[in-house]
């Protein structure tokens, strides 16, 4: 099938774009490079020293004689070449990840949070009305978040994938009804997912389009076998306390020697998945979209929880390296429990990568191989969710 990859040049993005390639899937990237643009603006670099994106395509076609397309456009922006591209290339399928995704990012100040919201609105929204415009027939697959439930919401309670079964009181008794589960965001970037949420609602029942909603866990790792074909298709690896993800940051930090940079008391239970399952992921919801007419369709895209200590103490008795508890930026649960149900991808056929798999490895080895071109002093977090809360001083590295 012809699929356009929104954000095709991000972490998940890219190995998405080569994995269907791989698979035989035509595959156009679409993105404005605005990731890239947001590294310049905080004076920090991947960890891995990514290709631009001409090259990674011209190196892809070199090594599999397969092509990728690029366009550079701008989502929230661009509408009107947007809907011209859709009416041009008649793709199958959108799957969307073009969006700012880092929750800290999304805090750091009046015109993150408003570039956050103008951007993931409407982005999405544009998305959703062009492909209303042009009247085709387009399976779209959005990556939500696992943060759209919040923590703790329902205690112990499992996660169910998307909607809660509810009783409603009348005088004639109890209605039995199927709601969107509450949104409880925790942050302005997790708020905009939660609002996409119910633009998708909006267009699966006003104009029958067939959606799918990710709700994914923290990905962690960096290669997929694609990526790993060559240095020059290498994945993006975030460390910095913005963008970096808590995993990847404690197993860079581990090989450098950096003490683990542990919110808290580190209570906070997250949900994780690795890179290589979300390409599966995203293949698995493209070959079973919902059928015109369906409610969204909401997978929770989850391989297993943990507890952030828990990782940051497995990390460290795995290399030595000390734990640090620094005061929290954000404001947010000390200690949660998780459960989440997952049923769904493992049904149509997901084998999950867990952490005892080895990966942790791969991903501390690729940390080690870089870590001349780590910044230490991009590497405590240091947006705040309110203004006079506390961060900590730059640890001194080993
Ligand atoms: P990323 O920032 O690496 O990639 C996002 C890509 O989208 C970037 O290349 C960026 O340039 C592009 N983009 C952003 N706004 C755009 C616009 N207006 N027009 C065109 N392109 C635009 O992020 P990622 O980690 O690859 O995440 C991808 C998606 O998956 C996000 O929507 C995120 O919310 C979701 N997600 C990510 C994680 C994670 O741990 N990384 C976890 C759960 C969900
Ligand atoms: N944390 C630490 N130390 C660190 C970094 C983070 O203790 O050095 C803690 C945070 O305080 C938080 C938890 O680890 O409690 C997770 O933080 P994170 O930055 O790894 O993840 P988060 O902000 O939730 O965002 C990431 C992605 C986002 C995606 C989300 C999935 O950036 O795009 O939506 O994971 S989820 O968490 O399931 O909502």
């Known amino acids: 099938m012809k699929v356009l990859v929104l954000g095709g ?60 397309g690029f366009v550079n456009l701008d989502l929230a922006k661009e509408y009107d070449r947007f809907e011209q591209l859709l009416r041009t290339e008649r793709p199958d399928a959108i799957v969307h990840f073009g969006e700012q995704r880092a929750a800290p990012y999304s805090m750091r100040s009046s015109a993150a949070k408003r570039y956050t919201v103008d951007n993931n609105v409407s982005g999405t929204h544009n998305v959703l009305a062009a492909v209303v415009a042009t009247g085709l027939d387009i399976a779209l697959v959005h990556l939500g978040t696992m943060g759209v439930y919040g923590y703790g919401w329902s205690g112990s309670a499992p996660i169910p994938e998307g909607y809660l079964t509810v009783k409603v009181p009348t005088p004639d008794g109890d209605l039995e009804r199927e709601i969107l589960h509450p949104a409880n965001p925790g942050s302005v970037y997790h708020m905009t997912k939660t609002l996409d949420q119910l633009l998708f609602a909006f267009y699966a029942k006003n104009d029958k389009l067939r959606i799918t909603d990710l709700h994914q866990g923290i990905v962690w790792g960096t290669q997929t076998p694609q990526t790993a074909l060559d240095e020059r298709l290498i994945n993006r690896f975030d460390y910095d306390g913005d963008y970096g993800t808590v995993l990847n940051r404690f197993l860079m930090q581990a090989a450098i020697g950096h003490p683990l940079t542990v919110h808290g008391t580190g209570g906070q239970t997250r949900a994780f998945i690795h890179i290589r399952d979300t390409v599966r992921c995203i293949q698995i919801a493209l070959e079973n979209p ?21 990782l940051a103490n497995l990390i460290s008795s795995l290399t030595g390296v000390e ?39 791969e991903s501390r080895d690729v940390a080690q191989k870089y870590r001349d071109r780590a910044d230490t002093s991009k590497i405590i977090a240091r947006s705040t969710w309110r203004q006079g809360m506390e961060t900590s001083p730059d640890l001194v590295t080993k």
């Open 290 to 310: 919902p059928v015109a007419g369906e409610q969204v369709k909401v997978f929770n895209q989850v391989t297993e929880t943990y507890r952030v200590r828990n």
């Open 323 to 361: 734990v640090a508890n620094l005061p929290n930026p954000r404001q947010e649960a000390a200690e949660n429990d998780l459960n989440v149900e997952r049923e769904q991808f493992v049904k149509l056929g997901l084998n999950p990568t867990l952490l005892s798999d080895g990966l942790l490895e």
């Open 9 to 68: 040049d991000g972490f998940c993005g890219w190995p998405t774009s080569l994995h269907l390639s791989d698979i035989g899937h035509d595959v156009i990237v679409v993105d404005n490079l605005s990731r890239r643009a947001i590294d310049l603006e905080l004076e920090v670099e991947s960890l891995t020293p990514i290709r631009p994106m001409g090259e990674r395509v011209a190196v892809w076609k070199e090594l599999t004689g397969k092509e990728i």
